[in-house]
């Protein structure tokens, strides 16, 4: 029995190819687990400076903001990223430097529009929609960060696709949170809510032009002039994207808190937003390789090595199971303690908390599931399921917010991305008869 666990341990490690996302990973989780740590503590000082009240404030107004950012960059994550990683592993400098120039000049266009769209329908969206007139001014001043943040996160993705994943993460996870903490204080103490979104503001531009000098450090030194872009292209590829990108990084993780905004106090809004934000802290890990395994998985489709892939998909799941258990029995038996961190207020989101680490820990276990399905060419799949989960999501929520509140939202949430996942798991094995869960494939 022994010797049949090393010789596994031996294959796993002595594999070129899991060796390199191990690697990678190692380096994403370091960076992940300091940004994690100070978005955790940027979080708990807004929670503590705030209360609960403002803190609800300060994350409503970070929704609408969040959900401007994704429309803003158009699906272009996973498309940039994609067509990046493909052409610098075929030595195509230009088109390198090309599709990262086109992509950058669309997502401007649309992002500074909607800043300027968010800032003018700011009193409309807070009084009419949230009956909320406190909320005005702060999303106001939090509408000004989705032409940064959209921004912000495109280069990151770019930088992945070079990847330079040290760089995307100092970008993507770490920068905000830091130079937040360090301003967060003394604008607070200066604007209350709005001190702390003006400390959130200035330090996604700050970091967005962070990001343009790592990309322009990594590419000056690469020879090649941009290449004129087709647009047609990269519009094949982002159109069913956006959808996707739009269910999961604004719809699905942003509508239990739009609903319960509606119908539910700032007090109830500001302890789900600290729920939900720590209940991520179990699929973090996923989010640290996906940085490494979506150019890989790439770079293997482009190669024709679908074994390789699928043994890939398989251990780098297994790694990161393993790797985030700890957080989620903590956040499972722990979830008090926990969230006695941010105020005594808060700790009544303990059972939302428990249910809301559940679905995160599903989604570790089917691992990189949506990127494989995207760089196979099945990005029409993703959007399908991702649209039904957030159908699903959003029905839940009509039922059960109005009556349970936060652990209606944490219910609905937690269904919604098991499904999603498990799905997608099902259409992996259709489309290339590659088994994702380690638990149900071999890993030798």
């Not at 969040?66 to 990046?84: E, M, Y």
């Not at 905000?176 to 809510?193: M, Q």
């Not at 074994?307 to 199971?321: F, G, N, P, W, Y």
């Amino acid at each position: 029995m022994l010797l049949k666990v090393r010789n596994k341990l031996n294959n796993f490690f002595t594999d070129k190819h899991m060796n390199e996302v191990a690697k990678g990973t190692l380096l994403a989780f370091g960076l992940k687990v300091i940004g994690a740590g100070l978005a955790f503590i940027f979080n708990v000082i807004i929670a503590r400076l705030l209360g609960a009240e403002g803190a609800g404030l300060f994350f409503l107004a970070l929704s609408v903001t969040a959900i401007g950012s994704v429309i803003g960059r158009i699906g272009l994550d996973n498309t940039l990223l994609r067509f990046i990683a493909t052409h610098m592993a075929k030595g195509e400098i230009s088109q390198v430097k090309g599709v990262y120039l086109l992509g950058m000049t669309m997502a401007i266009i649309a992002s500074g529009t909607l800043a300027l769209l968010g800032f003018w329908l700011s009193p409309w969206i807070a009084i009419e929609i949230f009956d909320k007139p406190t909320l005005v001014g702060p999303l106001k001043w939090m509408s000004l960060a989705i032409l940064p943040f959209a921004i912000l996160n495109l280069q990151a993705e770019s930088l992945k696709g070079l990847k330079r994943i040290r760089d995307a993460l100092l970008v993507q996870s770490i920068g905000v949170p830091l130079v937040g903490i360090l301003l967060i204080f003394p604008l607070t103490t200066l604007g209350g809510v709005e001190g702390s979104i003006w400390a959130y503001l200035t330090a996604t531009i700050l970091v967005t032009l962070l990001g343009l000098s790592f990309w322009l450090k990594n590419t000056m030194k690469l020879e090649g002039e941009p290449m004129l872009y087709s647009l047609k292209t990269l519009l094949i590829s982002c159109k069913p994207l956006f959808v996707t990108a739009l269910m999961n990084r604004a719809l699905l993780p942003w509508t239990p808190l739009i609903f319960l905004g509606i119908w539910a106090d700032n007090q109830e809004v500001g302890i789900f937003g600290a729920v939900s934000r720590l209940a991520m802290l179990v699929s973090f890990m996923l989010t640290s390789i996906n940085n490494v395994l979506a150019p890989k998985f790439a770079e293997l489709y482009a190669n024709n090595e679908k074994k390789v892939m699928e043994l890939t998909a398989q251990r780098s799941a297994l790694m990161i199971t393993l790797l985030t258990s700890p957080i989620f029995f903590l956040l499972i038996f722990g979830a008090e303690w926990v969230l006695s961190l941010f105020g005594s207020e808060f700790m009544v989101g303990a059972i939302a908390l428990t249910i809301l680490a559940t679905g995160e820990l599903i989604n570790t276990l089917t691992g990189s599931v949506n990127h494989f399905l995207i760089v196979t060419g099945n990005e029409l799949i993703v959007r399908n399921i991702t649209v039904f989960g957030v159908i699903i999501q959003t029905i839940l929520c009509l039922v059960l917010i109005p009556w349970t509140g936060i652990i209606g939202a944490a219910i609905a949430t937690a269904i919604a991305v098991a499904a999603i996942n498990f799905i997608a798991v099902y259409f992996v094995w259709k489309k290339t008869k590659i088994i994702m869960i380690p638990f149900l494939g071999k890993l030798n």
